[in-house]
């Protein structure tokens, strides 16, 4: 089979396409013929070798076949395998939690241990074939295609998570995103739009003024550097933004969070780039504004489950910048890291360059 796999960490050079043996399957293993997978901020990480140790979660392993993302249908099943049959469509789950972990049973499965995650400590989808635990997948409903699937599941949950737990966002609430053209940018605009919430988004690039407007943003404020604040406070109410949440990790972006909270307010830091340091709140802000600062990492099954639903329904739809045969995935790689995306970046295994 055709797959990407890296063995050293370095530039788009690192990953090599080409034939690779068939996965084997156990007696609790489905196998899936992948009809859709992407490339995540993740993998780009995983590549350069850029990725932080999780906590209680092992070191990031080479060789690696990278992809959290992995949609398609059945192909085999182990003996023992009960909930699919050959020909069913699924998606692999990019959060797999682990039943028996003390975290998973208090409601924070997406943080339980001693399991292991695609593309982390498992291969992830960038293959024609995959082969996982049946507990790995989830069948898809018939409204939901598959490459829909693989481009929402990661984004849509993390941003479902975020927008429903950690920010506790109510009906009519204010909400600043940054970072808000990427794949979770958009799937926050897309689920704040069902939750009703009015959400401002802000972005360095003129450009992407138009997509985010369309994506569902009640105001979109193209930064400047000056007064960038009182620019996102003309479109909040007098006391300032209900919450915020921020997917690029600058300090910056953190500072002008926390300067158009109101009093009472949630900051949720969910970046995946940034350069992990710290975020500029001192203790007077936590004082003055009783501010909540929360961190946000992955998603539990049931937001995965809620996202499934809500694509075979057709609430949302996720923005898919473009699709690439899997062969050009240093391209795919070097089009993610210009930062000129907007949405996802799908492969497709069983492409052909045109």
């Known amino acids: 089979m055709k797959a990407v796999r890296i063995f050293d960490h370095g530039g788009v050079d690192k990953l090599v396409y080409g034939d690779f043996p068939m996965p084997e399957i156990g007696p609790r293993d489905v196998r899936v013929q992948v009809t859709a997978t992407g490339v995540s901020l993740w993998d780009i990480k995983y590549r350069r070798g850029e990725l932080p140790v999780l906590p209680g979660r092992p070191a990031f392993p080479m060789p690696m076949q990278l992809g959290r993302d992995a949609a398609g249908r059945v192909e085999a099943v182990g003996r023992d395998v009960t909930a699919f049959a050959v ?18 049973v208090r409601g924070f499965g997406n943080l339980s241990t001693e399991i292991e995650y695609p593309g982390h400590t498992l291969f992830g989808g960038n293959a024609q074939f995959v082969a996982r635990p049946e507990s790995y997948w989830m069948k898809l409903p018939s409204g939901a295609s598959e490459s829909a699937a693989a481009a929402a599941l990661w984004s849509y949950s993390t941003a479902h998570r975020i927008l429903a737990d950690r920010l506790g966002a109510h009906l009519g609430d204010s909400v600043l995103l940054i970072g808000a ?5 958009s799937a926050t605009l897309d689920l704040a ?4 919430l009015r959400v401002i988004a802000v972005t360095r690039s003129a450009q992407k003024k138009a997509f985010l407007e369309a ?15 009182a620019a996102v406070r003309a479109y909040a109410d007098q006391l300032g933004v209900d919450g915020a949440i921020d997917y690029s990790g600058d300090p910056t972006m953190l500072k002008l969070a926390i300067d158009v909270l109101r009093p009472g307010g949630t900051l949720v830091v969910a970046a995946v780039e940034g350069g992990g340091g710290p975020v500029p709140l001192t203790t007077r802000d936590c004082l003055r504004l009783e501010i909540n600062l929360r961190g946000a990492r992955a998603s539990t099954l049931n937001d995965q489950r809620c996202v499934i639903d809500l694509l075979g329904q057709g609430k949302i739809e996720p923005a898919i910048h473009t699709v690439l045969p899997l062969s050009a995935i240093g391209e795919a790689h070097t089009l993610l890291e210009s930062g000129t995306v907007s949405g996802r970046i799908l492969l497709d295994p069983w492409g052909e360059r045109s």
Do not use: Q
């Open 193 to 196: 739009e069902l939750m009703g």
């Open 215 to 229: 994506r569902g943003a009640a105001a979109v404020v193209v930064l400047s550097g000056k007064d960038d604040a």
């Open 181 to 185: 053209s990427g794949g979770m940018g």
């Open 87 to 104: 020909g069913d469509r699924v998606v692999g789950l990019v959060h797999p939690a682990n039943p028996a972990s003390a975290l998973t």
